[in-house]
């Protein structure tokens, strides 16, 4: 039933042709007794719009909010106050999954090579079978096939993450007595020779020249050190005090951009991993997974006057809007 407004007066005017919501067939008659968000197809029968229904809601204020498909299933999550909830699209229905350690604040949610993660301002966290914790982040190979006795080229810098690295080593001199670990080291999580483990007794570590000595090394031999350096834990502050993040780029290689941390025209970027990297990182170190920060892959958007205000995918291109300047990234600029 509609009203027409003529010359003279408002008359009532009925059509008869519905046939149905979601029918494709002629009209044959039949009236519409709700039109309320319908369109009318041109056979003359309706179709309902996309629109939304109450879900369900919370006791506090919603910090972060994600929807989508996750591992194939429609998931929602949201971040209420120190709680991350799981909510159920058939009733509304809420679970607790976990806690962050703040209630209140900046923050989000994004997934990111099969995974979810929260960013509160104070920490990144991911989701995992046990509930929610810290992330660790990835733990890069250093040096890929350094010589003995001096460093190699960097293969992949450091994790502002984490303070662990790998470093593989191919000796070349047969008089070679140590390997250099270029950075001070903490801690020798373990070495390997030819694929056995050594002891403590088998090396000793000189932190005063970044150097592991051993005895009884050959031409030939290699060796894979896993290793935790002396690092400021301001580093990793920098990464996890971004409370705005953006995944950006496909299936083989996507990257995080996050902002929103202390200086706020600076845009960190990750490094991508490759499953096979990620596979020889958890060989040691079980608890590490893909998010990798490297150091110094920050950068500056435009002259740095204005504050970074969102982010957002263009086609191929990363548009970045500031306070006073929009600005667009790719590949070559950015760095990855």
């Known amino acids: 039933m509609s009203l027409f407004k003529t010359k003279n007066s408002l008359a009532h005017f009925e059509y008869t042709g519905f046939e149905g919501i979601d029918r494709r067939s002629p009209a044959k008659g039949g009236g519409a007794t709700d039109m309320l968000n319908y369109r009318i197809l041109s056979d003359g029968s309706l179709q309902k719009r996309n629109g939304y229904r109450f879900l369900s809601s919370f006791s506090e204020p919603v910090r972060a909010f994600l929807s989508g498909y996750i591992n194939g299933s429609f998931a929602v999550y949201a971040l209420v106050g120190s709680k991350l909830l799981s909510v159920d699209l058939s009733d509304g229905g809420q679970t607790l999954v976990g806690e962050v350690n703040t209630t ?56 502002l993450l984490n303070p662990r690295a790998r470093i593989s080593y191919i000796i070349t001199d047969e008089k070679s007595l140590f390997i250099s670990t270029l950075y001070k080291v903490s801690k020798v999580d373990a070495l390997y020779l030819n694929g056995v483990e050594l002891t403590e007794k088998e090396y000793a570590l000189d932190t005063r020249l970044n150097v592991i000595s051993m005895a009884g090394l050959c031409e030939g ?50 490094g991508f991993v490759t499953a096979e990297n990620l596979r020889e990182s958890i060989k040691r170190y079980g608890d590490n997974g893909e998010l990798y920060f490297p150091m110094d892959n920050e950068f500056t958007v435009g002259d740095g006057r204005y504050a970074i205000s969102t982010v957002g995918r263009h086609m191929d291109r990363l548009l970045i809007f500031t306070e006073g300047e929009t600005w667009m990234a790719d590949s070559e600029s950015c760095g990855t």
Not at 242 to 260: D, H, K, L, Q
């Open 221 to 270: 031999d290699r060796i894979l050190a896993y290793l935790t350096f002396e690092r400021d834990a301001l580093e990793r502050k920098r990464a996890v005090r971004n409370t705005e993040a953006c995944v950006f780029g496909g299936i083989s290689n996507s990257r995080v951009f996050m902002w929103g941390g202390e200086k706020k025209n600076l845009m960190f970027c990750t």
């Open 104 to 159: 209140e604040g900046a923050a989000s949610l994004f997934f990111y090579m099969n995974r979810l993660y929260i960013a509160d301002g104070e920490d990144i966290y991911m989701l995992g079978e046990d509930g929610i914790a810290p992330v660790v982040g990835y733990v890069p190979l250093l040096g890929e096939n350094w010589g003995s006795s001096y460093p190699g080229e960097i293969n992949e810098p450091l994790n």
